[in-house]
């Protein structure tokens, strides 16, 4: 089975500790066929500011040095993950239009609305139901505007609010209740040949879960990336296999690797 680690960050990233070719010989190590490089490009930082200018030599740089120390033994590729557009998608434009050749644009979004504070979901540290729910209603709601954007190849972590109520926060939300906006999201992106990503969530709980991904393939969904938001060597890859054999369960076929921002299909 073809294995590729589609959502991986390096220093290029403000929270990337680790070198494109450290992530990449670890890469090797797991046994990975292809590596494509997802550091963070936001318009909003995880702070709440925004970001007004965009500087791409250190990944291209960093790309470049990558495939010279290893471009014999495994595919690298050169992606973005692209964060909080809707904020201002003439910025957005901008910063996409100075970026290097990409192989690979992941939309993503992490940040709460304005009304509280804008910054990313990481840094809450209380919540009670009430508030998760509208706050995922929020995020569904500029997801869609996202989505209607439509200037990436996948939807990155669908449901990363999860992430952060359920692992930090230990609560048990869900987006049971959320389906008619998750349907109205894949009706918008599926016609135009975008897809989403199984993030491996580093072997934590997938983003998004079996029954948000039955629904995307319900739909007519069908173009998957699988990667695992490596941050550091030791999650490179991390539960990639177990996750290929979740989407088999429910009932995909293929997933997808990207080259020139085009969609290459494997086998499942
Ligand atoms: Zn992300
Ligand atoms: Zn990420």
Known sequence: MYLADYHTHSTCSDDGKHTMTEMAVAAVAAGLDEICFTDHVDVVNWKGEQTMEHDWSGA????????????GRIKIQLGVEFGQAPENFERADRFLNDAPPLDFIIGSLHNLTWE????????????????????????????????????????????????????????HMTFDGFEDRLEEIFRIIIPKGIGIELNTNRGHAPLPDRDVLRQYRALGGELIT???????????????????????????????????????????
């Not at 291209?60 to 471009?71: D, K, M, V």
């Not at 540290?125 to 990436?152: C, K, P, S, V």
Request: aromatic share 12%; net charge neutral; hydrophobic share 40%.
């Open 116 to 171: 509280h504070g804008r910054k990313d979901f990481s840094t809450l540290t209380q919540a009670d139901e009430a508030f998760a729910r509208r706050a995922i209603a929020d995020y569904l709601e500029e997801m869609r505007a996202l989505a209607a954007w439509g200037r990436f190849n996948v939807i990155g972590h669908l449901t990363l609010p999860l992430r952060y109520f359920n692992e930090n926060l230990g609560m």
């Open 60 to 71: 291209a740089a960093q790309f470049a040095a990558a495939r010279e120390a290893l471009g």
């Open 226 to 268: 699988l990667g695992s938001d490596a941050h550091t060597p030791r999650y490179v890859g991390c539960a990639i296999r177990d996750r290929q054999r979740l989407l088999r369960e429910v009932g995909f076929s293929y997933f997808a690797t990207y080259e020139g921002l085009e969609p290459v299909y494997h086998k499942l």
